[in-house]
């Protein structure tokens, strides 16, 4: 074996650690973004318990639902939520291609062709609806938030 060739697959071997080192890293960092995002929801909800229940309404407008529990407690619930559509993707199939034919009349050679375009498709345009609804209880007699809970694809 030759060091060409030995220098070629050490060479492969480390494009494809790092290719994926790379993608490992990339997943990763996304996922402490997540936990960073899901940490601060929880706290800013969290931020509310023991607060006047009149204090949440005028600082996020009046609640979506309000009913009240069996044990005589208030429930609120906020709702929030919006579609995204993310647009058709266009996905590229095969090249283009030339069929050539050739023919040759004595020393003559005559070339004619046909082009085939590329072939393309392309996805539907995909409609995503994203929402989050957070409730709060308060306590009867306080008016006060004593819990919360928020449920939803889009709260953090």
């Known amino acids: 074996m030759t060091w060409r060739v030995v220098f070629a697959a050490i060479a492969v071997g480390t494009v494809a650690v790092s290719c994926a080192s790379s ?26 318990l023991n607060h006047d229940v009149n204090e949440l309404i005028r600082s996020w407008g009046p609640p979506h639902a309000t009913f009240t529990m069996p044990n005589g407690n208030t429930m609120i619930v906020f709702r929030n939520s919006r579609t995204v559509t993310i647009p058709p993707m266009v996905f590229h199939q095969s090249p283009g291609t030339w069929n050539v034919q050739t023919r040759q009349y004595g020393s003559n050679v005559d070339e004619r062709g046909t082009f085939n375009p590329p072939q ?37």
């Open 23 to 48: 993608q490992s890293s990339r997943q990763a960092r996304e996922q402490e973004e997540l936990q960073i995002r899901e940490s601060k929801f929880n706290e800013a909800m969290g931020s509310w």
């Open 120 to 156: 393309y498709s392309t996805t539907p345009p995909l409609s995503i609806q994203l929402s989050c609804e957070q409730a709060f209880e308060v306590e009867k007699n306080t008016q006060k938030i004593i819990s919360w809970n928020a449920r939803g694809n889009k709260c953090y």
